[in-house]
């Protein structure tokens, strides 16, 4: 039944390249190796297409720029390790969550806690759930930088007292760079999670999508993947 669903919905698709938007800065989900896009998101989105018998075409582009894009029309869908928000939902369609329980830290030089943040710099990237997270929290302005590399660089030249992030991105950044010890304590309570991202316009085009993801889930894809990304 989900084969014969998931080639219906194939042939009411007619472009034969998706233009997918990422924002190469956010390991283990998307980044640039040997000038190629790699990651889990990555993944996700090359094992869509390929069943949906589509080619993919990559955009990529500042974290903040994914939603306008998918609104104004000029990406397909989005493949950015991006959590679904009710405030987003406003905006723009999303599949179910294929990853969940990725929870915030609080990378630093030395160890911290949530209540020892107000006072110090913190840095986030600007759009991210740590942002919208630290900006609800008393006592804590958060410093907005565009990257993942500019924050993480900002705790490791002493810049800033700690980054908050997800706790695979900050994993990845400490088994790729040295110069720490580096903590990474996370914050109870949080959670990551992934979905891909489609135009409010393309109702169908998330259904197709959402078809595949379903595939991938009941025939082990997903779990391959994951533990491919040592996200399990």
Known sequence: MLKSLLFF???TLHAAT???G???EFPPFTYIENGQFVGFDIDIAKEVAKRLNHDIAWKDMPFDALIPEIVLGHVDFVAAGISYTEERSKRVLFTK???SGDPLVIFSKDPLALSDLPGKTVVVVEGFTADLFLSEQTGITPLRLPTQADAFLAVKNGR???FVTAKTTADAFSLQHKGGPFYATPLPGTGETCALV???SK???LLSIQAALDAMEADGTMDKLKEQWNLR
């Open 97 to 99: 969550s294929y990853l």
């Open 160 to 162: 800033a007292d700690a």
């Open 198 to 200: 489609i135009p409010k």
């Open 9 to 11: 919905l194939c042939s």
């Open 18 to 20: 998706l233009t997918v």
């Open 22 to 24: 990422t924002n190469a």
């Open 203 to 205: 109702p169908e085009l």
